[in-house]
């Protein structure tokens, strides 16, 4: 999980996750240098199973007005700490409904890197969307992938054989998420599931944009479809 000034959701999604976990399982989470309360929310569980990280707010080269490249930085940091056989993506203010691991875990025994449906809510917890996807929304095809990004990291999980090949993300990559899903495509085997498994929030401080409207100008969105291409020809 990656966090920054998500204080007021960030309680009901580390609830769902943590109710899901084994014993030996973690939970990382690393901050951004938060301004607000979510350090003392984290450190309030005292739960053995969380670890936090400490990530200094970093900008990208490549993107200067974007704020997106600063969530991938967050994320990488805590993705190079996963040692766990299976990795989930999580944002601060979704709600994960409580058979999220134990289905994924058990796609995750035969694919590599599996993605599932969602369900839209709002700052009320109002469900707004009961099922995003009517159909699976990737292939096999890179120029379909890059022109229309849809691997949701809230949605994601994958293996350690996936997470090996996707670090360290390039320095060009804005979208860790749609990074991953491009190296899966051409690493490992994948699955769609087709059933909503996350609540994910619209309308407050996520540290992905999924389900919001990008202000990003047409070509930034060009240039980081251009970037990630490029780096997936060189990917082995």
């Keep these: 999980m990656a966090t920054y000034n998500g204080s007021l959701f960030l309680k009901k999604q580390i609830d769902s996750i943590l109710c899901q976990l084994c014993a030996d ?5 690393s901050d ?17 199973r969380i670890k936090v990280l400490y990530h200094q707010r970093e900008k990208s080269k490549y993107y200067p ?14 993705l190079k700490e996963a040692k766990g056989d299976y990795i989930f993506l999580s944002d601060q203010d979704d709600i994960w409904l409580p058979s999220k691991i134990k289905e994924c875990t058990e796609l995750l025994k035969q694919y590599d890197y599996v993605l599932t449906n969602l369900s839209i809510i709002d700052e009320q917890d109002n469900i707004v969307c009961k099922k995003m996807y009517s159909k699976k929304p990737f292939t096999r095809n890179i120029i379909k992938n890059c022109f229309h990004p849809i691997f949701w990291g809230c949605c994601a999980c994958f293996t350690q054989k996936i997470l090996q090949a996707s670090l360290p993300f390039p320095k060009s990559t804005c979208l860790h998420d749609f990074w991953i899903g491009l190296v899966a495509t051409k690493t490992g085997t994948m699955f769609w599931f087709d059933k909503p498994l996350v609540l994910h929030r619209v309308g407050s401080q996520n540290t992905s944009t999924g389900g919001k409207k990008s202000n990003n100008s047409l070509w930034m969105k060009f240039l980081y479809r251009f970037y990630a291409f490029f780096e997936y020809i060189k990917l082995k």
């Design 32 to 48: 951004d240098s938060s301004t607000d309360d979510t350090l003392k929310i984290i450190e309030s569980y005292n739960d053995k």
């Design 25 to 29: 399982d973690e939970l990382i989470i």
């Design 65 to 78: 007005k974007m704020s997106v490249p600063y969530a991938s930085f967050n994320f990488e940091n805590a």
